[in-house]
């Protein structure tokens, strides 16, 4: 199966600035898939990004504060806008699969 | 409102034993179901999957059940090793939805 590669694996930033996520995939998928794993919580997922059209928000997560790119159908990119300390969390991207979703190895964001 | 809920965020076992895990959900609609396993500093990774056209699913050392009537779920590993200590995501969809809701994880520890 393919294998996916997110990086940074860890930051530390300051509230008021961005952070930008990438994720690449060795192969082509149609569909990736960013997710939220905060504190003791379950995983949540933020955003859906295809290729070549704007990427589809859940309800509570807006383009302004989570924009993602997707150029082509191996790599894509989630921005933090703005952080607050509220912000911080795990953060993954993943593409499915016939079973379900492979992830990546996830962003462990902490905002000071 | 969690659709998907695991309720015990801890199991501790001992080598060789059982080790059980629970997840139960409230959408009716949800006909597919997946086990991730989760290590620190790394993303889920697949473990096993059922439909809700079967009850029970085999792989090796683990198995899942499926209890549509109850809607609830249960991982069972036999018997449990060191190495099986991780966090354990149950996930399920709806058919014909891309969308997994996950629950909060259970942290299971094996006990040499």
């Known amino acids: 199966s393919a294998v996916i590669s997110q990086k940074p694996s860890r930051d530390i930033c300051q509230r008021g600035t961005s952070l930008t996520i990438q994720c690449q995939v060795d192969s082509q998928v149609t569909m990736m898939f960013w997710y939220r794993q905060q504190p003791g919580q379950s995983l949540t997922l933020i955003a859906t990004a295809n290729q070549g059209s704007e990427a589809t928000y859940e309800s509570g997560f807006v383009i302004d504060k989570f924009p993602i790119s997707r150029p082509n159908l191996t790599f894509s990119t989630l921005t933090v806008s703005n952080m607050s300390p509220e912000d911080s969390s795990i953060y993954l991207c993943?593409?499915?699969?016939?079973?379900?979703?492979?992830f990546g190895s996830g962003t462990r964001l902490t905002v000071v | 409102d969690q659709q998907v809920k695991q309720n015990s965020p801890s199991l501790s076992v001992q080598e060789g034993r059982i080790s059980i895990l629970n997840c139960d959900y409230t959408?009716?609609?949800?006909?597919?179901f997946l086990w991730y396993k989760k290590y620190p500093a790394e993303g889920p990774t697949f473990l096993i999957s059922?439909?809700?056209?079967?009850d029970k699913n085999e792989d090796g050392r683990f198995t899942v059940f499926l209890n549509k009537s109850a809607k609830h779920l249960s991982l069972h590993i036999v018997p449990s090793q060191p190495g099986d200590s991780a966090v354990y995501f149950c996930?399920?969809?709806?058919?014909?939805?891309?969308?997994?809701?996950f629950g909060s994880g259970t942290k299971l520890n094996v006990k040499p």
């Open positions: 959408n009716s609609m949800f006909d597919y």
């Open positions: 996930a399920a969809r709806a058919y014909n939805f891309n969308k997994f809701y």
């Open positions: 059922i439909s809700s056209i079967k």
């Open positions: 993943s593409f499915e699969e016939n079973y379900g979703y492979t």
